[in-house]
């Protein structure tokens, strides 16, 4: 009888995996290059066929207060180890492989209880990117962000900007869900944000809209959300503007006002008139 091989041993071991419900096994780089080097010349042409939108500069652009300080060679060094456990690296891949290892990632706990990853959503060529704490619920349930109460708020925000979803592109801190909708914890944030600051380098938005104190904490290292919301912040080219979470407004309709006046600030810097949203307001009434 001959002897099995290590293709009779991979066999059996991903029969075991498939028999056990894991519908996903991770190569280091070294074996998936050897077995699918096609499959890896996919992902350097992925990586290599994202360019910025010809009117955006092309420089590499990221990071700011808090995102700077992880181009540190610690994280670095994370982010090659998350290469080798995950089969792509998230501060080299391009869009679609970034989207496939966050699909999969256990950089954290919060996979542990998670029904979705929630990798964000709308243009991925978007002026204007928004970015909150991390998925509730609903979002965990969709796969989605910002799909249950807050996020029919948040849309509403958008389209009083004279803008839609799709225009846009929606993100947050973590990309699972902290359990009891919890805050995240540091480790957890500090795990997930590589993956963030990947898709701001491929989006490059022209403005970041930070939705309350959490992703004001990570993106730009300051707290105190009511004294910061509404101004101006530089992060790395990215003009940052903080204002209040939807879900806060839901809790607090008097800050509705606050917010409004942050986002005019934001519509002045597209070009959009905000005498006009006003006009289809009274137009509704
Ligand atoms: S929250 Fe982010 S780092 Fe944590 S498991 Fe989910 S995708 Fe990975």
Redesign the pocket.
Known sequence: MPEPTIADDLLQLLNWEQKHGRKTVYLAPDTRSQFFPDSVQACRETRDANPAPASRSTEPRVTGAGLKTDTSAATIQQAKQDSSDHGGDPMTCGWEDLSRL?QT???????KS?TN?VFGEGDPHARIMFIGE?PGFDEDQSGRPFVGRAGQLLTKMIQAMQLSREEVFIGNI???RPPGNRT?HED?AE??LP?LRRQIELIQPDILVLLGATPLKYILGKTGITRLHGTWHDVNGIATIPTFHPSYLLRSPQRKRDVWEDLKKVMARIGKDPEETMRKVRRQD
Request: glycine letters at 6%; a positive charge; charged letters at 20%.
């Open positions: 966050v990632c256990h950089r954290c706990s919060l996979h998670r990853v991390g973590v990309k699972c995240p957890e795990a997930c993956f």
